[in-house]
Every structure is written in C-alpha cells, then in structure tokens.
C-alpha cells in the first residue's frame, strides 16, 4: 500500500521546497539550477514561457531580472507519495500587485536528493 506522507520523506521534501523558495526570492540561479531534475525530460511552464529540457530552463534562469521576486506563500500544500514521489502546491501574493500567482511542482527523489521534475507557474487577478 503506497504511504501518504509518511513524516519522514514528508520533512525532506519540506526541506526541499524551503531551499527552493528561499533561493527563488534571493535570485539564488546556482541553486535554483541545482533542485531542478538534470533531463531533457524537465519541464517548467512559466506565465509566458514553455520550458523544455534543464538547459532551457537553467538559461531561462539566468536571463530572468532579479528585481521584485518578493512574495508571501498562501494555502500551501505539500503531499508525499511513498518514498520517493512528491508534489508542492502553492499560491502566492507580491506586495502591491494585481494579481494572484499559483505554483505547482513535482518532486522526485534522484541519487542527488529532491529536484523538481516539472513545475507549472500561473497568474490570475485577485478577487
């Protein structure tokens, strides 16, 4: 029987999520690069962009402007599946803005630790 959350595999993938936001925020592109799964099966579909491959996104990354990445997490939810599945689900809120961001990523445990498999970014305007 697949074990939802077991404490464990729940904490590290806490962990995992935590690094990833905290580098997001401080435009931290090494590690950013680093939790993101190596393979060109990789995915990441932003507001305005469809990234294909881990090098399309770490160039994304690099690119991307490191101003105004500030933001407050709402409703977050994260769910393990057995040992070594995982997905991260997050809404969040910038200072000032007029919209409503949601964030969704896929966490899977490789030799290297946690890394996002696919991750989907998308706004909305705020009720």
Same mark, same amino acid.
């Given at each position: 029987? +697949?074990?939802? $959350?077991?404490? &464990? %595999? *729940?904490? !590290?993938?806490?962990?995992?999520?935590?690094?990833?936001?905290?580098? +997001?925020?401080? $435009?931290?592109? &090494? %590690? *950013?690069? !680093?939790?993101?799964?190596?393979?060109?099966?990789?995915?990441?579909?932003?507001?305005?962009?469809?990234?294909?491959?881990?090098?399309?996104?770490?160039?994304?990354?690099?690119?991307?402007?490191?101003?105004?990445?500030?933001?407050?997490?709402?409703?977050?939810?994260?769910?393990?599946?057995?040992?070594?599945?995982?997905?991260?689900?997050?809404?969040?809120?910038?200072?000032?803005?007029?919209?409503?961001?949601?964030?969704?990523?896929?966490?899977?445990?490789?030799?290297?630790?946690?890394?996002?498999?696919?991750?989907?970014?998308?706004?909305?305007?705020?009720?």
């Amino acid at each position: 029987m +697949l074990e939802i $959350n077991r404490p &464990e %595999v *729940l904490a !590290e993938v806490t962990d995992a999520f935590e690094r990833y936001e905290t580098a +997001l925020i401080n $435009n931290d592109v &090494e %590690v *950013l690069d !680093e939790l993101f799964w190596n393979s060109k099966h990789t995915l990441r579909y932003g507001v305005s962009e469809n990234l294909y491959g881990y090098a399309a996104i770490a160039a994304f990354r690099a690119s991307r402007p490191s101003q105004g990445l500030q933001r407050e997490l709402v409703n977050t939810t994260l769910t393990t599946y057995g040992h070594d599945f995982a997905t991260a689900n997050t809404e969040f809120l910038r200072n000032g803005g007029a919209v409503h961001g949601r964030q969704s990523q896929t966490w899977m445990r490789t030799s290297e630790g946690w890394r996002v498999v696919a991750a989907h970014v998308s706004l909305m305007p705020k009720a």
